[in-house]
Nanobody
Framework: QVQLVESGGGLVQPGGSLRLSCAAS????????MSWYRQAPGKERELVAT????????NYGDFAKGRFTISRDDVKKTIYLQMNSLKPEDTAVYYC????????????WGQGTQVTVSS
């Protein structure tokens, strides 16, 4: 049984920081490309950041570049998203995703964690 559990969301003021965590279980974590997505009300789900299974490469949505950093810990089977200089438009539910690159199996999703940026 694969499970992804996000945590670390909450209410933060503009310009503040949060660190999100996604703890994985029930999978061979080191095989998976891991990603953060987000979805704001009335908008489509969008990619925030992706990190390769080796951790050697990462990719970010344009809005995240220079502000957000994705990382992974294969011992703890956890990925992180460090978010700095947060803006009100960053308000969304943030989701963790795990997928084997090139595989035909469906990817896995966590339940999401709410991030609200407001003064």
């Amino acid at each position: 049984q694969v499970q992804l559990v996000e945590s670390g969301g909450g209410l933060v003021q503009p310009g503040g920081s949060l660190r999100l965590s996604c703890a994985a279980s029930g999978l061979m974590f080191s095989r998976y490309v891991m990603s953060w997505y987000r979805q704001a009300p009335g908008k489509e789900r969008e990619l925030v950041a992706t990190i390769t299974s080796s951790g050697s490469s990462s990719n970010y949505g344009d809005f995240a570049k220079g502000r957000f950093t994705i990382s992974r810990d294969d011992v703890k089977k956890t990925i992180y998203l460090q978010m700095n200089s947060l803006k009100p438009e960053d308000t969304a539910v943030y989701y963790c995703n795990a997928k084997i690159p090139g595989g035909l199996v469906p990817s896995y999703w966590g339940q999401g964690t709410q991030v609200t940026v407001s003064s």
